[in-house]
Protein backbone atom coordinates (compact mmCIF):
# COMPACT_ATOMS: atom_id res chain seq x y z
CA UNK A 1 0.00 0.00 0.00
CA UNK A 2 1.30 3.02 -1.16
CA UNK A 3 1.07 6.54 1.23
CA UNK A 4 -1.53 8.78 0.22
CA UNK A 5 -0.87 12.53 0.28
CA UNK A 6 -3.33 14.85 2.25
CA UNK A 7 -5.44 16.51 -0.27
CA UNK A 8 -5.55 20.52 -0.55
CA UNK A 9 -9.36 20.59 0.49
CA UNK A 10 -8.53 18.90 4.05
CA UNK A 11 -6.28 21.52 5.14
CA UNK A 12 -9.24 24.20 6.16
CA UNK A 13 -10.69 21.31 7.85
CA UNK A 14 -7.23 20.63 10.00
CA UNK A 15 -7.57 24.01 10.49
CA UNK A 16 -11.31 24.05 11.98
CA UNK A 17 -10.30 21.64 13.96
CA UNK A 18 -7.26 23.20 15.68
CA UNK A 19 -9.71 26.00 16.29
CA UNK A 20 -11.85 24.19 17.89
CA UNK A 21 -9.19 22.30 20.10
CA UNK A 22 -8.37 25.86 21.17
CA UNK A 23 -11.97 26.43 22.14
CA UNK A 24 -12.69 23.58 24.00
CA UNK A 25 -9.64 23.83 26.04
CA UNK A 26 -10.12 27.25 26.72
CA UNK A 27 -13.90 26.48 28.20
CA UNK A 28 -12.99 23.76 30.15
CA UNK A 29 -9.48 25.12 31.73
CA UNK A 30 -9.74 28.71 31.54
CA UNK A 31 -8.14 31.33 29.91
CA UNK A 32 -4.75 30.62 32.38
CA UNK A 33 -2.88 28.15 34.13
CA UNK A 34 -3.48 28.10 38.05
CA UNK A 35 -2.39 25.45 41.13
CA UNK A 36 -4.30 22.87 42.52
CA UNK A 37 -4.54 21.38 46.38
CA UNK A 38 -3.78 17.78 46.65
CA UNK A 39 -4.56 17.32 50.62
CA UNK A 40 -3.03 14.56 52.36
CA UNK A 41 -4.60 15.29 55.51
CA UNK A 42 -8.15 17.32 55.49
CA UNK A 43 -9.55 17.74 59.36
CA UNK A 44 -11.95 20.13 59.35
CA UNK A 45 -12.67 19.58 62.92
CA UNK A 46 -16.74 19.28 62.53
CA UNK A 47 -16.90 15.75 63.26
CA UNK A 48 -16.59 15.99 66.90
CA UNK A 49 -14.08 13.09 67.53
CA UNK A 50 -10.81 14.57 69.31
CA UNK A 51 -9.65 11.38 71.17
CA UNK A 52 -10.63 7.74 70.15
CA UNK A 53 -13.94 8.60 68.97
CA UNK A 54 -14.90 11.08 71.64
CA UNK A 55 -15.36 14.91 71.97
CA UNK A 56 -12.70 14.91 74.86
CA UNK A 57 -15.35 16.48 77.28
CA UNK A 58 -14.25 13.69 80.12
CA UNK A 59 -11.03 12.74 79.79
CA UNK A 60 -8.49 11.62 82.21
CA UNK A 61 -4.44 10.40 82.42
CA UNK A 62 -5.86 6.55 82.05
CA UNK A 63 -8.80 7.08 79.04
CA UNK A 64 -10.01 7.59 76.15
CA UNK A 65 -6.67 6.19 74.87
CA UNK A 66 -5.79 7.02 70.91
CA UNK A 67 -4.84 4.01 68.90
CA UNK A 68 -2.84 4.21 65.96
CA UNK A 69 -6.33 3.14 63.96
CA UNK A 70 -7.92 6.18 65.16
CA UNK A 71 -5.46 8.33 63.58
CA UNK A 72 -6.71 9.15 59.90
CA UNK A 73 -6.62 11.82 56.71
CA UNK A 74 -9.28 13.71 57.89
CA UNK A 75 -9.23 12.82 61.24
CA UNK A 76 -6.06 13.72 63.50
CA UNK A 77 -6.31 13.51 67.10
CA UNK A 78 -5.20 15.59 69.80
CA UNK A 79 -4.01 15.87 73.33
CA UNK A 80 -3.61 18.31 76.01
CA UNK A 81 -1.97 18.47 79.61
CA UNK A 82 -5.31 19.22 81.10
CA UNK A 83 -8.20 17.16 81.22
CA UNK A 84 -11.19 17.86 79.56
CA UNK A 85 -10.07 21.08 78.59
CA UNK A 86 -10.51 20.48 75.07
CA UNK A 87 -14.03 19.67 73.36
CA UNK A 88 -15.27 19.08 69.66
CA UNK A 89 -17.94 20.12 68.48
CA UNK A 90 -19.08 21.07 65.04
CA UNK A 91 -17.47 24.49 65.35
CA UNK A 92 -14.09 23.31 66.30
CA UNK A 93 -12.14 21.97 68.72
CA UNK A 94 -12.51 24.43 71.77
CA UNK A 95 -9.19 24.38 73.81
CA UNK A 96 -10.11 25.96 77.59
CA UNK A 97 -7.30 27.67 79.20
CA UNK A 98 -7.71 26.28 82.75
CA UNK A 99 -4.99 27.91 84.72
CA UNK A 100 -2.13 30.25 84.20
CA UNK A 101 0.28 27.78 84.20
CA UNK A 102 1.54 26.57 80.42
CA UNK A 103 -1.07 24.73 78.77
CA UNK A 104 0.07 22.16 75.71
CA UNK A 105 -1.67 20.25 72.90
CA UNK A 106 -0.11 17.62 70.75
CA UNK A 107 -1.82 16.96 67.81
CA UNK A 108 -1.25 13.69 65.61
CA UNK A 109 -1.58 13.12 61.79
CA UNK A 110 -0.35 10.00 59.56
CA UNK A 111 3.18 10.37 58.57
CA UNK A 112 4.20 13.16 56.43
CA UNK A 113 7.65 12.50 53.99
CA UNK A 114 9.26 15.57 52.55
CA UNK A 115 10.39 15.58 49.23
CA UNK A 116 10.99 18.30 46.46
CA UNK A 117 7.45 19.03 46.04
CA UNK A 118 6.87 21.75 48.46
CA UNK A 119 4.33 20.43 51.63
CA UNK A 120 2.08 22.76 53.57
CA UNK A 121 1.01 21.98 57.04
CA UNK A 122 -1.14 24.14 58.16
CA UNK A 123 -2.96 24.73 61.73
CA UNK A 124 -6.52 27.73 61.54
CA UNK A 125 -7.37 28.53 64.42
CA UNK A 126 -9.40 31.52 66.34
CA UNK A 127 -8.42 33.42 70.16
CA UNK A 128 -10.60 33.44 72.36
CA UNK A 129 -10.76 36.72 75.02
CA UNK A 130 -7.66 38.38 76.03
CA UNK A 131 -6.12 37.49 79.51
CA UNK A 132 -4.75 39.83 81.78
CA UNK A 133 -0.51 38.89 80.96
CA UNK A 134 1.19 38.21 78.23
CA UNK A 135 3.37 34.89 77.63
CA UNK A 136 5.34 33.19 75.29
CA UNK A 137 4.28 31.18 72.42
CA UNK A 138 5.71 27.60 71.51
CA UNK A 139 5.07 25.18 68.75
CA UNK A 140 6.92 21.85 67.18
CA UNK A 141 6.49 19.91 64.41
CA UNK A 142 8.23 16.57 65.17
CA UNK A 143 8.72 12.87 64.35
CA UNK A 144 7.04 11.43 67.63
CA UNK A 145 7.57 7.54 66.45
CA UNK A 146 10.74 6.69 68.61
CA UNK A 147 8.65 6.29 71.77
CA UNK A 148 5.22 6.57 69.73
CA UNK A 149 2.20 8.97 70.97
CA UNK A 150 1.17 10.89 74.09
CA UNK A 151 -1.76 8.58 73.67
CA UNK A 152 -4.00 10.18 76.59
CA UNK A 153 -4.83 13.63 78.67
CA UNK A 154 -3.63 14.86 81.52
CA UNK A 155 -0.51 14.71 80.89
CA UNK A 156 3.08 16.93 82.66
CA UNK A 157 5.56 19.26 80.96
CA UNK A 158 7.95 16.04 80.62
CA UNK A 159 7.13 12.50 79.24
CA UNK A 160 8.51 9.58 78.21
CA UNK A 161 7.08 9.71 74.47
CA UNK A 162 8.79 13.19 73.90
CA UNK A 163 12.88 11.43 74.26
CA UNK A 164 13.29 10.51 70.68
CA UNK A 165 11.25 13.27 69.10
CA UNK A 166 13.27 15.14 66.37
CA UNK A 167 11.98 17.95 64.21
CA UNK A 168 11.57 22.03 64.41
CA UNK A 169 9.89 24.41 66.56
CA UNK A 170 8.92 27.89 66.21
CA UNK A 171 9.12 30.43 69.76
CA UNK A 172 7.80 34.02 70.02
CA UNK A 173 10.87 36.32 70.75
CA UNK A 174 10.25 37.00 74.65
CA UNK A 175 6.46 36.83 76.26
CA UNK A 176 4.59 38.83 73.21
CA UNK A 177 1.31 37.02 73.10
CA UNK A 178 -1.95 37.34 74.59
CA UNK A 179 -2.90 38.99 77.44
CA UNK A 180 -3.56 42.28 75.95
CA UNK A 181 -0.11 42.68 74.48
CA UNK A 182 0.41 45.23 71.57
CA UNK A 183 4.31 45.04 70.98
CA UNK A 184 5.14 43.71 67.52
CA UNK A 185 5.45 39.77 67.53
CA UNK A 186 8.72 38.38 66.41
CA UNK A 187 9.57 34.43 65.53
CA UNK A 188 12.70 32.28 66.11
CA UNK A 189 12.67 28.68 64.11
CA UNK A 190 15.17 26.18 66.17
CA UNK A 191 16.24 22.16 65.69
CA UNK A 192 16.03 19.44 68.55
CA UNK A 193 19.25 18.83 69.10
CA UNK A 194 18.85 17.32 72.31
CA UNK A 195 16.56 14.26 71.22
CA UNK A 196 17.34 12.57 74.76
CA UNK A 197 14.86 14.78 76.86
CA UNK A 198 11.85 14.10 78.31
CA UNK A 199 11.10 17.64 78.05
CA UNK A 200 9.46 18.87 74.49
CA UNK A 201 8.99 22.30 74.88
CA UNK A 202 9.81 23.41 78.04
CA UNK A 203 13.44 23.72 78.05
CA UNK A 204 14.63 26.10 75.41
CA UNK A 205 17.95 24.53 75.79
CA UNK A 206 17.08 21.45 74.20
CA UNK A 207 17.00 23.46 70.70
CA UNK A 208 19.32 25.15 68.25
CA UNK A 209 18.39 28.38 66.86
CA UNK A 210 18.38 28.41 62.79
CA UNK A 211 16.45 31.47 61.86
CA UNK A 212 14.48 34.57 63.18
CA UNK A 213 11.97 36.60 61.37
CA UNK A 214 12.61 39.43 60.09
CA UNK A 215 10.31 43.17 59.58
CA UNK A 216 7.09 41.60 60.74
CA UNK A 217 4.45 43.57 62.66
CA UNK A 218 1.66 43.03 64.37
CA UNK A 219 0.12 40.88 67.17
CA UNK A 220 -2.34 38.34 68.34
CA UNK A 221 -5.74 39.95 69.10
CA UNK A 222 -8.54 38.95 70.70
CA UNK A 223 -11.25 36.85 69.24
CA UNK A 224 -9.55 36.92 65.34
CA UNK A 225 -8.70 34.14 63.33
CA UNK A 226 -5.46 32.98 62.27
CA UNK A 227 -3.57 30.54 59.97
CA UNK A 228 0.31 29.32 61.39
CA UNK A 229 1.45 27.03 57.94
CA UNK A 230 4.65 25.39 57.98
CA UNK A 231 6.16 25.24 54.16
CA UNK A 232 8.45 22.49 53.66
CA UNK A 233 10.97 20.83 50.95
CA UNK A 234 13.91 18.67 50.69
CA UNK A 235 16.32 18.82 47.99
CA UNK A 236 19.42 18.37 47.40
CA UNK A 237 19.84 16.94 51.26
CA UNK A 238 19.18 20.19 52.47
CA UNK A 239 15.83 20.67 54.50
CA UNK A 240 14.14 24.39 53.69
CA UNK A 241 10.85 25.36 56.08
CA UNK A 242 9.03 28.69 55.30
CA UNK A 243 6.96 29.45 58.73
CA UNK A 244 3.72 31.77 58.17
CA UNK A 245 1.66 33.39 60.45
CA UNK A 246 -1.65 35.28 58.63
CA UNK A 247 -4.68 36.98 60.40
CA UNK A 248 -5.60 40.15 62.50
CA UNK A 249 -3.11 42.75 61.89
CA UNK A 250 -0.33 40.56 61.15
CA UNK A 251 2.31 41.99 58.15
CA UNK A 252 5.35 40.32 57.13
CA UNK A 253 4.75 37.33 58.73
CA UNK A 254 7.11 35.21 57.20
CA UNK A 255 10.55 33.66 57.40
CA UNK A 256 12.51 30.80 56.15
CA UNK A 257 15.02 28.52 57.46
CA UNK A 258 17.20 25.76 56.17
CA UNK A 259 18.83 22.56 57.79
CA UNK A 260 21.68 20.84 55.40
CA UNK A 261 23.01 19.37 58.89
CA UNK A 262 21.07 15.62 59.08
CA UNK A 263 17.55 17.48 58.48
CA UNK A 264 14.05 15.83 60.22
CA UNK A 265 12.09 14.64 56.61
CA UNK A 266 9.77 12.77 58.41
CA UNK A 267 6.86 13.98 60.36
CA UNK A 268 3.38 12.91 62.39
CA UNK A 269 2.71 15.43 65.10
CA UNK A 270 2.44 19.08 65.91
CA UNK A 271 2.27 20.69 69.78
CA UNK A 272 1.50 23.70 71.13
CA UNK A 273 2.45 25.59 74.24
CA UNK A 274 1.16 28.74 75.74
CA UNK A 275 3.60 29.49 78.52
CA UNK A 276 1.08 31.46 80.45
CA UNK A 277 -1.85 29.57 79.91
CA UNK A 278 -5.37 31.97 80.92
CA UNK A 279 -3.48 34.68 81.43
CA UNK A 280 -2.69 35.09 77.59
CA UNK A 281 -5.78 33.83 76.40
CA UNK A 282 -8.95 32.11 77.84
CA UNK A 283 -9.65 29.86 75.21
CA UNK A 284 -8.46 28.56 71.79
CA UNK A 285 -10.96 27.02 69.16
CA UNK A 286 -8.94 24.57 66.47
CA UNK A 287 -10.88 25.12 63.13
CA UNK A 288 -9.06 22.83 60.81
CA UNK A 289 -5.56 21.02 60.31
CA UNK A 290 -4.77 20.34 56.70
CA UNK A 291 -0.90 19.12 54.56
CA UNK A 292 -1.01 19.65 51.07
CA UNK A 293 0.91 19.99 48.20
CA UNK A 294 0.72 22.25 45.60
CA UNK A 295 0.56 21.17 41.51
CA UNK A 296 0.58 23.16 38.51
CA UNK A 297 -2.42 22.87 36.07
CA UNK A 298 -1.18 22.88 32.62
CA UNK A 299 -1.78 26.02 30.23
CA UNK A 300 -4.74 25.81 28.04
CA UNK A 301 -2.69 25.49 25.18
CA UNK A 302 -1.23 22.43 25.81
CA UNK A 303 -4.41 21.03 26.35
CA UNK A 304 -5.54 22.48 22.85
CA UNK A 305 -1.98 20.76 21.22
CA UNK A 306 -2.92 17.68 22.52
CA UNK A 307 -6.52 17.64 21.09
CA UNK A 308 -5.59 18.90 18.18
CA UNK A 309 -3.11 16.92 17.39
CA UNK A 310 -5.29 14.28 17.94
CA UNK A 311 -7.85 15.46 15.88
CA UNK A 312 -5.45 15.69 12.74
CA UNK A 313 -3.94 11.87 13.32
CA UNK A 314 -7.77 11.14 13.18
CA UNK A 315 -8.35 12.71 10.02
CA UNK A 316 -5.14 11.31 8.42
CA UNK A 317 -5.93 7.84 9.72
CA UNK A 318 -9.44 7.65 8.12
CA UNK A 319 -7.85 9.17 4.52
CA UNK A 320 -5.53 6.76 4.48
CA UNK A 321 -8.17 3.62 5.37
CA UNK A 322 -10.23 5.54 3.21
CA UNK A 323 -7.77 5.61 0.53
CA UNK A 324 -6.42 1.83 0.53
CA UNK A 325 -9.88 0.86 0.53
CA UNK A 326 -10.37 2.12 -2.93
CA UNK A 327 -7.08 1.47 -4.09
Known amino acids: MKNTPIPPPLVPRIARLFGCATLVSMCLFGASSGVAQTYLVNDTMTDTDRIHGANGASTSSSSPTILSTDITST ?18 QLWTMNSTSSRMAIGYFPLVTIGSTATMITLNFTTGAMGATAGNLRLALVDSRANGFRATDAFSSTDASYNGDV ?35 GTAGNWTSLASSSGMTGYFQANTSYALSFTLSYDAGTLSMTTA ?5 FSNASFLMTDSTNPTVDFDALALRFGSGSNQFANVNLTSFTVSQASAVPEPSTYAALV ?3 SLGLVILRRRRAASLAA
Do not use: C, H, K
Not at 79 to 88: L, Y
Open 75 to 92: NTQWVVNAAGQMVASSTG
Open 167 to 201: GYAVFSGSSTVGGGNTTNLSLNSYERTTTTSTDLL
Open 245 to 249: LTGGN
Open 308 to 310: GAA
